[in-house]
Nanobody, 117 residues
Framework: QVQFVESGGGLVQPGGSLTLSCAAS????????MGWFRQTPGKERELVAS???????TYAGSVKGRFTISRDNAKNTVLLQMDSLKPEDTAVYYC???????????WGQGTQVTVSS
């Protein structure tokens, strides 16, 4: 079955960095566009970064210049390097496919990122 397992979250001070990792299984990973999404209580889940199967990346305006998405097709893994973190980046982060700018119906447990002093 399709499964996404996110890891790497934690508590970090403003200005700090974290690298999130997502291991995907049950799909032919290399053919899929992938995305990192985040959600805070009371808000809809939002797409923060995406990478096509060819490696082209796009970012939400709020994270552009601070976050970097990458993928390793040999390991079925997508990473999110987050630098210069801000308190407003606090959220649960999820990965998913992102075909035609829409995620699949399969969601992992996510990984909590908390930015606080």
């Amino acid at each position: 079955q399709v499964q996404f397992v996110e890891s790497g979250g934690g508590l970090v001070q403003p200005g700090g960095s974290l690298t999130l990792s997502c291991a995907a299984s049950g799909i032919i990973f290399s053919i899929y566009n992938m995305g990192w999404f985040r959600q805070t209580p009371g808000k809809e889940r939002e797409l923060v970064a995406s990478i096509t199967n060819g490696g082209r990346t796009t970012y939400a305006g709020s994270v552009k210049g601070r976050f970097t998405i990458s993928r390793d097709n040999a390991k079925n893994t997508v990473l999110l390097q987050m630098d210069s973190l801000k308190p407003e980046d606090t959220a649960v982060y999820y990965c998913n496919t992102n075909q035609m700018d829409r995620p699949s119906r399969y969601w992992g447990q996510g990984t909590q990122v908390t930015v606080s002093s």
